[in-house]
């Protein structure tokens, strides 16, 4: 068994009686190829939250931050995360995003960059509209629906892939691409809060 297999384990263990996770539309993620995941950002918890309620291994960008951290940087490249520098372009990110999506495998973003603080839906980074506009991954948007608080229960809903053909076709910008993707994280929020 590999370190993630094992690790989804153990935190599933823990995490889905603690916040009696209910799971809605796992039915909707594709069983192979490029994955473009995309989740509001409520908690700190919400990468492992996903990590253990999807079907497939998810490559998640994580803040440059983490990596620093003793205990994280052991734990966290086998866990198939990679740094970003957050508030500028940077590229190695990008391209290693890219490589993850082109290679079939699953990238999960958060697009708003950052928690939010209200619970809210934010702005969107247009960084996710450059992965979905540059490859031809499945785009499957997620609305994590808290509280995050023991015992009362927090929902994960995964909708169904997103049709963004049209805005390749005509060349739209990462940022319209980014907008469309999160008016359906919104309504997911919406539906099911």
Do not use: W
């Not at 990008?94 to 939010?116: A, C, M, N, Q, Y």
């Not at 960084?127 to 015992?151: E, K, M, N, S, W």
């Amino acid at each position: 068994m590999d370190f993630y297999a094992f690790a989804k384990g153990v935190v599933s263990g823990v995490l889905k009686p603690l916040y009696r996770i209910e799971v809605v539309g796992t039915e909707h993620f594709p069983k192979e190829g490029g994955v473009l995941l995309c989740a509001n950002h409520i908690s700190n918890l919400d990468p492992p939250v996903v990590g253990i309620t999807a079907p497939r291994p998810i490559h998640f960008m994580a803040k440059e931050e983490l990596f620093r951290v003793p205990v994280l940087k052991t734990l966290l490249p086998p866990l198939h995360a990679f740094p970003v520098k957050r508030g500028m372009s940077d590229r190695q990110a990008l391209r290693t995003g890219l490589d993850v999506l082109k290679e079939g495998h699953v990238l999960g973003i958060f697009p708003e960059g950052t928690r939010s603080k209200d619970g809210k839906l934010q702005k969107g980074l247009a960084g996710v509209g450059f992965f979905a506009l540059r490859t031809d991954a499945a785009v499957v948007p997620c609305a994590i629906i808290g509280p995050y608080r023991p015992l009362k229960k927090l929902k994960v809903v995964y909708g169904k892939p997103l049709d963004i053909s049209a805005l390749r076709e005509r060349k739209a910008s990462p940022e319209e691409a980014t907008e469309y993707i999160m008016r359906h994280i919104q309504a997911l929020l919406d539906e099911y809060q």
